[in-house]
């Protein structure tokens, strides 16, 4: 992926991290079990976090060849997992 095209991705990505909730699918607010919601918010959360240490771990690897990947990637593998969990409550309740 071109260096640009990587920058709007995590454009978007910040979009998603300051509010996930505006990206839930309006189904989900159907589903009466608040375990059921929880569950498939964990598990959504850990899919994008991983998908996240992915990205990153590829960005940062010097064989990929990307310039300055601190300038794209504002964010540490760790970041999103500590945030995403603390909306948990607040998209879920």
């Given at each position: 992926m071109d260096g640009s095209?990587?920058?709007a991705a995590m454009v978007q990505f910040d979009r998603y991290l300051s509010s996930p909730d505006t990206f839930v699918m309006p189904?989900?607010?159907f589903?009466?079990?608040a375990a059921i919601k929880e569950?498939?918010?964990k598990q959504s959360t850990e899919?994008?976090?991983r998908?996240?240490?992915e990205v990153y771990t590829a960005v940062t690897n010097p064989a990929n060849g990307y310039r300055e990947p601190e300038n794209v990637l504002h964010r540490s593998p760790q970041?999103?997992?500590s945030?995403?969990?603390l909306l948990l409550p607040h998209c879920c309740g």
């Open positions: 095209s990587l920058k189904q989900f607010n589903l009466l079990s569950q498939i918010f899919l994008v976090c998908a996240y240490g970041q999103p997992q945030v995403l969990p």
